[in-house]
């Protein structure tokens, strides 16, 4: 199918050097979207770049093979052991039924109540070794979020700021977010609220729409409160985008929206609803 | 009998993954973990924020075992496929800037020098690392740059104030002969 714009090339003569010129990068996603689309539509009427398109590919895949082995820290084998292990608290219960199975005999007693004792010294050793992890990774957030704020704020202390409300996109549902951008930086910052925690496999994934594009702004969990906050950068200033929706998709987020949006506002003129800030 | 995980297949390993198997899934991370590290390395070069894209990778999987399909390939494709977009968007979460610093690109292969791997897809891939040695800097740069980082032609351009033109030419250059060489490395083996 060939467009009736003077974008496209004629179907009696598709432009097919085009076309070879844009498939290396196009194999490994290195085209911009127009870019994308012509290539998509030039395929059709070029058969013969399919074999070239083939090779690319096979090398696009063989580059995710080029990376060397790294040997990771323990530290992060043993972060995956604890993550994945059941609750301490099940070990102990189960460990009490086994106590509780042993015969009444005093001595039996005794030698139990130490094992009792051991258990639960062991746990809470468990514990507050988890808590200890729990922490450093609290810090390691708190650190993150104190660089991304310092590259925040270095915005917010320029020009006009523009705060975006975003409305709920399904009935019955009150998640409400809003977003401060600076339509002259990439940066922004968006914060939900009243957002439904998500399946397992799941995640929030922010949207900048600009026409048909759908460009990732970055994905995020809420808290159990369903609360959240996301500091985001544009590929181009904010001015570029014209509204920044929600969506739930699968961990690790998505290409492009797969579901429908949880929030989703147009931003409004600079001029017209500016921020305190500036 | 103990079952010897070590020695089961990807799929059965993510079978037993499925039932919430510990042991299954620490054989499927001593098997792939320093390959998921080595790519989030590349990606991100930083050690902290690798290793936390490697543990979000492997959380995905644990939670989430069935999302890979055996029928669009192999399972270290989708893996090391999971853990690039995984790093990428954590590129876009800390906002952080790319660089031209070829040298730091350079950094993680100098640091693993490693012998010929018997899986012939990870060969094909030490392949691709000594091949790119071989392009011009400029153009290996922008390849690496924005494959690694998922970069079009135009946020390259933005990134490293380099010309739109010119970042497309080297690109296309660069692929263009890292295609050739690639071809010609394989006939030769062929032949031998």
Redesign the interface.
């Known amino acids: 199918m060939v467009r009736n714009d003077n974008t496209t090339p004629q179907s009696t003569q598709p432009d097919c050097d085009t076309l070879a ?2 498939l ?2 196009y ?6 979207t127009a ?1 994308t689309l012509l290539v998509e539509e030039l395929l059709v009427h070029c058969p013969e770049q399919a074999t070239a398109l083939e ?2 590919q096979a ?15 323990a ?3 043993t ?3 604890a ?3 059941p609750e301490v608290s099940t070990t102990v219960d189960s460990d009490s039924n086994k106590i509780r199975t042993i015969p009444f005999r005093n001595a039996v007693i005794a030698i139990a109540g130490i094992a009792a004792v051991s258990v639960i010294l062991f746990g809470l050793v468990l514990y507050l070794l988890g808590e200890v992890d729990s922490l450093r990774d609290e810090n ?1 957030v708190l650190s ?1 979020l104190a ?2 704020n310092e ?1 925040f704020l270095n915005v917010l202390g320029t020009g006009d700021l523009l705060q975006t409300s975003l409305a709920p996109q399904q009935d019955g549902s009150n998640a409400v977010a809003t977003v401060i951008t600076n339509p002259q930086r990439t ?1 922004g910052l968006v914060r939900v609220e009243n957002f439904p925690r998500l399946d ?2 799941m995640t929030y994934q922010a949207w900048l729409i600009r026409g048909d594009d759908r460009i ?4 995020f969990d809420v808290d159990p409160s369903g609360i959240a906050t ?4 544009a ?2 200033s904010l001015a570029n985008y014209e509204a920044l929706g929600i969506t739930p998709e ?4 998505s290409d492009a929206p797969t579901n429908s949006p949880v929030v989703f506002g147009t931003f409004a003129d600079a001029s017209s609803d500016s921020a305190s800030g500036g | 009998m103990t079952l010897d995980y070590a020695s089961l297949e990807d799929t059965t390993l993510l079978n037993h993954i499925a039932e919430q198997n510990q042991a299954a899934f620490s054989a499927l991370y001593e098997r792939y973990g320093s390959a998921v590290y080595g790519l989030a390395m590349q990606v991100l070069r930083s050690p902290s924020l690798a290793e936390e894209v490697a543990q979000d990778t492997f959380m995905k999987v644990w939670k989430n075992p069935t999302q890979y399909d055996a029928k669009k390939g192999r399972f270290l494709s989708w893996l090391l496929t999971v853990t690039r977009y995984t790093a990428i968007d954590r590129i876009r979460q800390e906002g952080r800037q790319i660089t031209s610093d070829a040298t730091a690109l350079e950094y993680v292969n100098v640091k693993s020098k490693q012998g010929i791997p018997e899986d012939p897809m990870r060969r094909d891939g030490q392949l691709i690392r000594e091949l790119l040695q071989q392009l011009p800097p400029e153009q290996a740069l922008l390849v690496k740059l924005g494959f690694l980082h998922g970069m079009t032609h135009s946020q390259l351009s933005a990134q490293l104030d380099i010309p739109l033109g010119t970042v497309k030419t080297r690109v296309r250059l660069g692929l263009q002969k890292l295609r050739v060489l690639w071809q010609d490395a394989h006939q030769l083996s062929d032949e031998n």
């Open positions: 010129d844009l290396p990068a194999s490994m996603g290195m085209t911009d870019e090779e690319y090398l696009s895949d063989a580059m995710l093979f080029s990376a060397p082995d790294v040997m990771p820290p530290s992060l084998g972060k995956l052991q993550l994945t292990t390691r993150a660089q991304d590259s940066v397992p496999g990732s702004a970055g994905i996301l500091i985001f950068t590929p181009q699968p961990a690790g987020g």
